[in-house]
């Protein structure tokens, strides 16, 4: 009897210091949906309730924050452990929810600048939109373009993505080495193909804006 008590016991203590170790995250309508990995230059946080903080390392990020680069800014995010989200300069991103899964960022809304995406094979699609087309992709890299005309330009770097207009509804597949363009009213496609020496120089750019670059091996995807 005292050997049962004293494994009920040990068993108990560790449970108990497993839990104070490593308590669950609390459950709010906000829920903390990834981390800002890293920031150089110029970027700040917009909060739902209208707060402005400035973005650093390591900050939390949550849905319906807004993320805002300056003309030397750039933003790394990690969004639920499986989407990689880059953040040129002169961007306003907006985090959103996912339908069907309210408490994850699924939706990522790029109303100017520049976004490049890179999701690892996830739960759900995510969703990058922007006035003008917008694109539902899995395990694909990819970069999105507001244009100061309006227009959008993708830009397929590996995997494949659906991208409808918004006013047309026409859809089209972005894959590797296409460039698809729409104009700003959403209504009219070009889709055309791009060298590989041109999607070397896309990720370049991007290795080019932040401190550590794109070729790191915890990378979901390595170039060639």
């Known amino acids: 009897m005292a050997k049962i008590y004293s494994t009920f016991f040990l068993s108990t203590l560790f ?3 497993t839990f104070i170790a490593d308590p669950l995250p609390a459950q709010t309508e906000q829920s903390l949906s990834g981390v800002i990995h890293q920031v150089t230059g110029t970027a700040h946080i917009i909060k739902a309730d209208g707060r402005e903080l400035p973005a650093e390392t390591g900050t939390p990020i949550a849905i ?8 030397d800014g750039f933003v790394e995010l990690f969004l639920n452990k499986a989407c990689r989200v880059h953040v040129q300069q002169s961007s306003r991103l907006v985090l959103q929810g996912s339908e069907g899964a309210e408490n994850n960022i ?3 809304r790029v109303d100017s600048g520049e976004i490049m995406v890179n999701i690892v094979e996830s739960a759900i699609p995510v ?3 922007t006035p003008a087309a917008i694109a539902t992709g899995n395990n694909a890299n990819f ?3 507001v244009m100061p ?3 959008t330009v993708f830009t397929g770097l590996n995997g494949s993505i659906e991208v409808t207009a918004v006013s047309s509804g026409e859809v089209q597949m972005l894959a590797r080495r296409n460039k698809l363009s729409t104009d700003r009213r959403g209504q009219v496609f ?3 193909q791009i060298s590989n020496q041109e999607v070397s120089r896309v990720i370049q750019f991007y ?5 550590t670059g794109m070729n790191r091996p915890d990378l979901p995807y390595q170039y060639r």
């Open 64 to 71: 319906n924050d807004v993320i805002v680069t300056g003309n």
């Open 190 to 192: 070009t889709l055309q």
């Open 106 to 108: 699924g939706r990522l």
């Open 143 to 145: 970069t999105a373009r």
């Open 15 to 17: 449970f108990l210091i």
């Open 207 to 211: 290795n080019s804006s932040g401190r």
């Open 149 to 151: 005309d309006g227009n």
């Open 127 to 129: 969703i990058v939109a």
